[in-house]
């Protein structure tokens, strides 16, 4: 995100299937809205920025096997065919990232349009830990849950939750990738949701919780940078 003397804020949009919300440089509260609301307030803004928070989106080799390439994403997925599609390539990474949306208001340039999985993978995979490590983000009444290895991703999902359910959803990832409960490190990311409160729930069944460096604020501000 380039610098500014500008004294507006920049605004970053959420859209997700359900709920559009958004947030401003100058305080990161995550506020619920209307689409109307915000389009008709752009001119209140310096910068407008737009980050998809949905379930319209593969992550997919770079290199496709043969009886992938042969796939049709937009039937798979169920995609309106009026909406817009980016494939990107992941940074360091052998995969790409295809998802897709509705342009919103004046926003029409590709580089202020992204993906939170782009965020997140993005932002998680510049650690270059040797040890698996797993990283956890509630945002937007979504969990996002990351494994990277070294700097690669190994795993990335994300899935609506309620109350103290998003916990079987972390328990199933470490089965299916034989983490220790007891020793494997967890990365919390702050958010709208009380750390404290998160980790006295997940402490009942993970041993190695940490807050993360970075909130999810600072981590969509910085991707722009």
Do not use: C
Not at 11 to 25: L, Q
Not at 30 to 54: A, G, P, Q
Not at 64 to 91: A, F, M, R
């Amino acid at each position: 995100m380039s610098k500014s003397n500008s004294p507006r804020p920049d605004i970053f949009i959420i859209k997700s299937s359900d709920n559009f919300s958004y947030f401003i440089s100058s305080s990161n509260i995550l506020k619920k809205s209307k689409e109307e609301l915000i389009v008709n307030k752009f001119d209140k803004w310096n910068k407008k920025y737009l980050i998809f928070d949905t379930s319209d989106f593969l992550l997919l080799p770079k290199k496709l096997p043969v009886y992938l390439k042969k796939l049709n994403i937009e039937n798979t997925l169920g995609i309106d065919k009026n909406s817009k599609k980016k494939t990107i390539q992941i940074k360091d990474q052998d995969l790409k990232l295809t998802y897709f949306y509705n342009q919103i208001g004046s926003i029409s340039s590709t580089r202020l349009i992204a993906h939170i999985s782009e965020i997140l993978i993005n932002e998680f995979t510049s650690i270059k830990n040797k040890s698996k490590e797993t990283f956890v983000v509630f945002f937007n009444k979504k969990i996002h849950i990351s494994i990277i290895e070294e700097g690669k991703l190994i795993f990335y999902n994300q899935f609506n939750f309620k109350n103290q359910n998003y916990i079987k959803y972390i328990i199933l990832t470490f089965e299916e990738f034989n983490h220790d409960r007891k020793k494997s490190k967890i990365y919390i990311v702050e958010s709208s949701q009380n750390f404290k409160r998160i980790n006295n729930e997940m402490k009942k069944y993970f041993n190695n919780i940490n807050l993360y460096k970075k909130s999810i604020f600072e981590i969509i501000q910085n991707h722009y940078e």
